[in-house]
């Protein structure tokens, strides 16, 4: 029972951290899905890489949360691309996820700082 309570709890901290890092991308400004996952590429020095199968789903996850909205364009090569900016109640989870983050990652780091 512990082990699926650990697994799930791995889970879901790899799917907060992944919603954290797309919501921060599109801080700034709107942007297709490709270009979300080449942004968070880029800022994280290739230390992240969301691939397809875990960007798309995740988009859709927020855009069903109304924390992303998503709306239809021309891509730079004219393709057709679904664009998305963040909405007010997304840009204040974006706020609280940050908090959540930096609450998590200083406990972490009291922890593997503590003596004995």
């Known amino acids: 029972m512990a ?3 650990f ?3 791995v889970m879901d901290i790899l799917q907060g951290t ?3 890092l797309i919501l921060r991308a599109l801080e700034l400004t709107p942007m ?4 979300v996952a080449a942004r968070i590429h880029q800022v994280t020095n ?3 890489v ?3 199968g875990s960007l798309f789903p ?3 996850r927020l855009e069903r949360k109304a924390w992303i909205e998503g709306v239809w364009g021309p891509s730079e090569n004219n393709r057709r691309a679904r664009y998305y900016k963040l909405t007010r109640s997304g840009r204040a989870q974006l706020a609280e996820e940050k908090r959540n983050w930096y609450r998590m990652t200083s406990a972490m780091n009291w922890m593997l700082e503590s003596e004995g």
């Open 18 to 20: 992944l919603d954290l």
């Open 58 to 60: 995740a988009l859709r």
């Open 3 to 5: 082990c699926v309570t």
């Open 46 to 48: 290739g230390a992240f």
């Open 7 to 9: 697994l799930q709890l």
């Open 32 to 35: 297709h899905g490709v270009g």
């Open 50 to 52: 969301v691939k397809p």
